[in-house]
């Protein structure tokens, strides 16, 4: 036996189940998801204009911001460690074979000024209308333009190979956690940002210095962009110079030394 109401034409009339047609159900997601688009857009904007680029003139003045605090921050610290070495001088508590050995383990730290000879090798992007200037190359899409983390870390890592005792990259002395990053066209070091040409400057044996550059398989590529578009390269001699110690925070927040 089966029921009336599964059965149409059965007993006193057909029983008709009621059922929502395909364009009712689209219509009604249609409207749901424009609501959802429509309250995403309010919430998001809380009352200004999303298409303007206010909101990206904010992030980077607060990055410009942020950057000229950290300078100040390095600053301090630097002065403070300053008086914190005085003192420790004047305490005379430990040897003088000691205190020669905790100099040599600053200076290879990289927190304590080198002096030497030094080389400065300059990178800056091209112009901004650059066009081919060797036959046989394509016409450069922006990318070709400016320059990159890896020409950065290309240069400091020859400067490395070719024995330099120290490296400063604009006004910020390396060490060995300092990780040179780009974001953009922008270079972001040690909490601080900086825009082009980037300085990048050297104390060791000036020859083994620009030969190790030479050498660099990374700045023999980069070189084609230089020859052809028009990317800045630049390298001098600068005589004696003097670079500072390393005066930012040296504890590791993401890395723990082997036991």
Known sequence: MSNSADSPGTGTGPARTRR???VRILTVAVFALAGLIFFTSF???KGTNIRTDTSLLK??????E???KNKELDESNAAVRDDVESLAQSDGGGTEAQDRK??????????????GKAVTVTLNDAPPNATAKLPGYPEPQPDYL?????DLQAVVNALWNGGAQGIKVMDQ???STSAVRCVGNTLILQGRVYSPPYKITAVGDPDKLQKALANSPAIQNYMVYVNVYGLGWKVTEDGTRT?????????LHYAEPVA
């Open 59 to 64: 992030l980077s003045d607060l990055i410009q």
């Open 20 to 22: 929502f047609r395909p």
């Open 173 to 175: 002395r390396l060490i």
């Open 102 to 115: 905790l100099s040599g383990l600053e200076k290879d730290a990289g927190t304590r000024p080198v002096t």
């Open 43 to 45: 919430n998001t904007a």
């Open 243 to 251: 670079l500072p110690g390393y005066s930012g925070a040296v504890d």
């Open 66 to 68: 942020r950057s000229r």
């Open 146 to 150: 400016v320059i990159h983390q890896q």
